[in-house]
Nanobody, 128 residues
């Protein structure tokens, strides 16, 4: 049974940092491209960042480029999202996703339906 479990969310002040983790089990992690998406109530799921199964390339939404960094550890079956210079508009539920056949091109990695498995999400709230 495949499981993706996110952790690391919480309440942070504007300008602060958080590091999200997504631990995967029940799959051969190194074969999967991984993505982070976020969602707020009443809005569609939004692409945040993605990383290919080899670790490169990486893609970011324009809204987080230069502030967020995605990485992966195949030894730990974990994908990370380092979030710096957080803004109130970054407030959302952040979910990780795993895709076996998600090609390492932005037009594919940005699309939620390309991913096979999803975690339950972790809440990130940026507020003073």
């Amino acid at each position: 049974q495949v499981q993706l479990v996110e952790s690391g969310g919480g309440l942070v002040q504007p300008g602060g940092s958080l590091r999200l983790s997504c631990a995967a089990s029940g799959l051969t992690f190194s074969r999967y491209g991984m993505g982070w998406f976020r969602q707020t109530p009443g809005k569609e799921r939004e692409f945040v960042a993605a990383i290919s199964r080899s670790g490169l390339p990486k893609y970011y939404a324009d809204s987080v480029k230069g502030r967020f960094a995605i990485s992966r550890s195949d030894a730990e079956n974990t994908v990370y999202l380092q979030m710096n210079s957080l803004k109130p508009e970054d407030t959302a539920v952040y979910s990780c996703a795993a895709g076996l056949n998600v090609l390492p091109i932005p037009e594919i990695m940005r699309v939620p339906v390309r991913y096979d498995y999803w975690g339950q999400g972790t809440q990130v709230t940026v507020s003073s």
